[in-house]
């Protein structure tokens, strides 16, 4: 039976206190100061926060196998990843938010020194933010071995061109660099060989940030997600990742952790609509006495109880599985996480929706906005399908 080290637990105790303290009290104040101007500006609320939770040791609390994080575990972390996900501006707070998180440790596995110098360092202190450029607006690429996106080797130089969809932080203007997947080896009989990975500055010339995203009109600012083109973008060579044809090899290193920290901050999500429920239905009266006592009220609300517990628990042997035999013994255990719970999410906030009323779709609860969070999840990464093809293929394998 997995157990959580005694320092994962003192800080999860640091942790829920620093939030109730400081990040709690000012979820409204960041949400209306992002609104009052430049949707697309940094909080200052949020930057007075890092530098107190670098002041109490709350800092890069991820980068397993590494000395450059907080030196946890998969599973160490996550707890840690669910209290954060209870807050949509919590992440960045401690400097463990999404894409920088999965591109950090792109750059420590795979990245040489030079790499790690220039962008590794500022992205661990905070200093500048990051984007991950590989879904495309005009192919499938739930099959990656879609994506057409070019990256041609001339002289010392790699050009690149193609259009990229869903680059989560490319709005923000700390955005500095960006991992770019595209193919060097179109050819390549092996389809899992064509793609290849490389670091490209956002101010390269022929980058051209189109437009932003909305995820069912919310922004996501001050990151957003945004559509990029990149035409004849010429970065050094010494700027590919680990070699040609190793884009996919790279992209497990990456998603498999990324698939899964996600899975953490959504149960965290869903904890919150759950007490959110429970409140609401506690002290508003219909038909003579409050929704809570209505059958169908506490049916919703043992279910969710149910579901969210097996999820967490599901959740945290798939990090045990990770840190014991590796990413890729895991896969099935990532993949079957990474559909059970943005499913359970988007049911259980829909729950708290339908109980909270007409309240419950306006901006008043953070419940439209938390489900549209989790409804992004079940494509983000690899829709729900991909996932499910993948375990089926697995279980299959057993009777071989």
Known sequence: MFEFSKKSLELQEKLKVFMDKNVYPNESNITEEINSGNIWEPSSIIEELKEKAKGEGLWNLFLPESDKGAGLSNLDYAPLCEIMGRSPYAPEVFNCNAPDTGNMEVFERYASEELKEKWLTPLLKGEIRSGFAMTEPQVASSDATNIEASIKKEDNEYIINGKKWWTSGAMDPRCKVLIFMGKTDPNNPDKHKQQSQIVVPMDTPGIKVERYLPVFGFTDAPHGHAEVSFTDVKVPKENLLLGEGRGFEIAQGRLGPGRIHHCM????????????????????????????????????????RIAIDQIRLQTFNAAYKMDTVGNKEARMEIAMIKVAAPNIACKVVDWAIQAHGGGGVSDDFGLSQAYAQARLLRLADGPDEVHRNQIAKLELRKYN
């Open 265 to 304: 901050r959504l149960i965290g999500l869903t904890e919150v609509a759950l007490e959110k429920m429970c409140k609401r239905t506690k002290a508003r009266v219909a038909f003579g006495k409050p929704v809570s006592a209505q059958t169908v009220t506490q049916e919703r609300i043992a279910e969710a």
